[in-house]
C-alpha cells in the first residue's frame, strides 16, 4: 500500500445547504433539533479512547432558554489531565511512524462521516449548546470543518511535496518530523469548527493532542470527537478533557514534554499561558511552539464614494451575525459625514427586520449570547454609552435574560473616537459608529489604525480606486485578513486564510499551508554517495 507516491488534488469547499421552507435538509434538521432537545446526554472525559467519569460534573444548557438543559459533562482533575498526557505521549510513535497518507484518511474519512452522515447531528448541536441559528451552524459545524479537513491533506502533501535540490554525489532530503512531545489544544465556545481544526492541524502532521474544549460548547464537541473516533483516529491521538482551563493548564504546561499550544479565545488567557510557559522554559525538552488566534475591535471604515446600500448590509451582517460573538465580527465604523445620513436610514430600516429569539424557529436573525457573564458583561458597555454624554444608541440597547441571554443588536453613535466601546472588545451585538468629516479621510485612516491593540479584520468601503489603494497601505497592519467592499467576517479555507497580529494573536493563518508548518520540526538529511578519501584540499599544495 506505501510504494506509491500519493498526493491530494486540491479540494473544492463544500456547498452550503439552505434549509429553505419545504426542503429536505430542513425536515432532516428539524428532526434532529427535537431529538436532541428532548434529551439530557451523559459527556465523559475521552483518554487514551476510553470514556471516563470523574463524578465531578456540570450542565450545559440553551443560550435561548437557560432553564433547559441539554446535557451533564464530567470534568477533569490532576489525575486525568496526567493520564491523558501519558495517552497522549504513548500513542505519538505509532501514530507519526504511520504513513501520512494513513493518517489523511482517517481526516477525509471524518469529512465524508460529518458532509454525508452527521451534518444535522452537529448542526443541531451547535444550534442548541452554542446559541447559533441554522445558517451560522451550517458555515459552521459542518461546511468548514468539513473544509479544514479536507484542505489540510491537500495542505500536508504540498509540504511534504517540498524538498531540496540535489547535485550529483548527494542526495539531500527534508524529513517533516512532529513535534517532540504532545500538544495542548485550547478551544473557544464560538466555532465547533475551530474545535475541529485546533485538534487535526496538529495531529495530520504525526502530532498527538491533549484537547481543553469550552464547557460551553462541550455538546457539538463531544459529538465531533465520537465523530473522529468512528473514522478511524487511534486510542490516544486526541484526549478530551472537559473540566477547568487553569486547572489543565497548570498540569499540562508544568509538563517537560509540552512540545505547543494550538489555541484561540480571549487575548488575556493567551498571555497567561504565555507567561506559564516562560516561566516553564528551563523544564522542556524542546522550546513549545505557541499558535494563538485571540481577539479583535474589527473595523469598517468608509470613503464618501462608497454605496450606502452595500455599507448598510456590511454592518448588520458583519456585526450582529451570531450576536457578534465572533473574533472577526466588526464592532466600530468609520464614516464620512456626506453620507451618514443615507447610511443611518439603510441600517435602521435594516434592523428594524430583525428578529430575535430561539434558534429553532428559523426565522430569527438574532439568537441569545452564549451564558450570563457575557450578557452581563455586554449590557455593562452598553450602559456606559448610555449614561454618557459622548454616545448616543440610536437603535437597540435592551437586554433581557430572564429565559435566555438576549441583548439587542446595538448601535451607538460617538462624537470621541476613542470612546471605550470603539476601543475595548465587546464580543456582542454591539456597534459603534464614529462620524468623520470627508476631508478628513487620511487622517481618519491613521486613527484607525492607532485605536486599537488588535489587528485580526477589517474592512474599506469606496468606489474611488485611489481611495482605496489609499486605505490599504495606511491599513497594512491593521488587520491580517482586510475586505474591501465586504463585511469583515466568513473567511473561507483556502480562500482566505486567517488569523491576524498585534494583540489578536500570532498569524499563523489557519486554513493554509503555513499552519501547519508550524506543528513539524524538519530535520534535513545528506546522504554522500561518494564519501572524501583525503583531507587535503587544492589550495593546499
Not at 486525568?80 to 500513542?91: D, H, Q, R, S, Y
Not at 460529518?114 to 451550517?138: D, F, H, P, W
Not at 465580527?329 to 430561539?358: C, F, K, V
Request: charged share 20%; hydrophobic share 40%; net charge negative.
Amino acid at each position: 500500500m506505501n510504494n506509491a507516491i500519493y498526493n491530494f488534488r486540491e479540494p473544492k469547499n463544500e456547498s452550503v445547504l439552505t434549509y429553505a421552507p419545504g426542503s429536505e435538509e430542513r425536515k432532516l434538521l428539524e428532526e434532529e433539533l427535537n431529538l436532541q432537545y428532548n434529551k439530557v446526554i451523559d459527556i465523559p472525559l475521552i483518554i487514551g479512547g476510553k470514556e471516563i467519569r470523574t463524578g465531578k460534573t456540570g450542565k450545559v444548557i440553551m443560550p435561548t432558554d437557560h432553564g433547559h438543559v441539554l446535557a451533564t459533562y464530567h470534568m477533569a482533575t490532576e489525575k486525568e489531565v496526567a493520564m491523558a498526557i501519558n495517552a497522549a505521549l504513548e500513542a505519538k510513535s505509532e501514530w507519526m511512524n504511520l504513513s501520512w497518507m494513513e493518517r489523511a484518511s482517517v481526516m477525509a474519512k471524518a469529512a465524508e462521516l460529518i458532509s454525508k452522515k452527521y451534518r444535522y447531528v452537529l448542526n443541531a448541536a451547535t444550534m442548541l449548546g452554542q446559541g447559533k441559528n441554522v445558517m451560522q451552524a451550517e458555515i459552521d459545524s459542518a461546511c468548514e470543518i468539513i473544509d479544514y479537513l479536507r484542505f489540510n491533506n491537500y495542505f500536508a502533501s504540498m509540504i511534504y511535496m517540498e524538498q531540496p535540490a540535489s547535485e550529483n554525489g548527494t542526495i539531500n532530503r527534508l524529513e517533516y518530523r512532529p513535534l517532540e512531545g504532545f500538544i495542548y489544544t485550547v478551544t473557544p465556545f464560538n466555532f465547533t469548527a475551530i474545535a475541529s481544526n485546533l485538534n487535526t492541524s496538529v495531529v495530520v502532521m504525526g502530532n498527538t493532542t491533549i484537547w481543553k474544549p469550552a464547557s460551553t460548547s462541550l455538546l457539538s464537541n463531544y459529538y465531533l470527537m465520537k465523530i473522529f473516533q468512528e473514522a478511524g483516529l487511534p486510542a490516544g491521538v486526541i484526549n478530551f478533557l472537559p473540566g477547568s482551563g487553569a486547572l489543565i493548564s497548570n498540569t499540562a504546561i508544568k509538563h517537560k514534554d509540552l512540545a505547543g499550544i494550538h489555541f484561540t479565545g480571549s487575548n488575556s488567557t493567551f498571555n497567561t499561558l504565555w507567561r506559564q510557559v516562560t516561566d516553564n522554559l528551563v523544564t522542556y525538552r524542546s522550546y513549545p511552539k505557541i499558535v494563538g488566534e485571540t481577539g479583535g475591535k474589527d473595523f469598517i471604515f468608509a470613503h464618501n464614494s462608497a454605496n450606502t446600500i452595500d455599507l448598510a448590509t456590511a454592518i448588520v451582517r458583519g456585526s450582529f451575525e451570531y450576536q457578534g460573538q465572533k473574533c472577526s465580527a466588526a464592532s466600530r465604523a468609520y464614516i464620512p459625514e456626506s453620507i451618514w445620513n443615507d447610511t443611518r436610514q439603510h441600517l435602521l430600516e435594516m434592523i428594524s427586520q430583525i428578529l430575535t429569539g430561539d434558534v429553532r424557529d428559523f426565522r430569527n436573525f438574532v439568537n441569545a449570547v452564549i451564558d450570563e457573564p457575557a450578557f452581563d458583561r455586554i449590557m455593562s458597555y452598553i450602559e456606559k454609552a448610555r449614561d454618557s454624554g459622548d454616545a448616543s444608541i440610536i437603535t437597540g440597547g435592551k437586554g433581557d435574560k430572564s429565559k435566555g441571554y438576549f441583548v439587542e443588536p446595538t448601535v451607538i453613535v460617538t462624537l470621541d473616537p476613542h470612546f471605550l466601546t470603539m476601543e475595548e472588545e465587546i464580543f456582542g451585538p454591539v456597534m459603534t459608529i464614529y462620524v468623520y468629516k470627508d476631508e478628513n479621510y487620511e487622517d481618519t485612516l491613521k486613527l484607525c489604525d492607532e485605536t486599537s491593540p488588535y489587528a485580526l479584520t477589517g474592512a474599506i468601503f469606496s468606489s474611488d480606486k485611489y481611495a482605496m489603494i489609499t486605505a490599504c497601505r495606511a491599513l497594512r497592519y491593521s488587520a491580517g485578513n482586510f475586505y474591501i467592499n465586504d463585511k469583515p467576517t466568513g473567511a473561507m479555507v483556502g480562500q482566505q486564510p486567517f488569523g491576524g497580529a498585534r494583540a489578536s494573536g500570532t498569524n499563523d493563518k489557519a486554513g493554509s499551508y503555513l499552519n501547519l508548518l508550524r506543528w513539524v520540526s524538519p530535520r534535513t538529511i545528506k546522504e554522500t554517495l561518494m564519501p572524501a578519501t583525503d583531507f587535503r584540499y587544492p589550495f593546499m599544495g
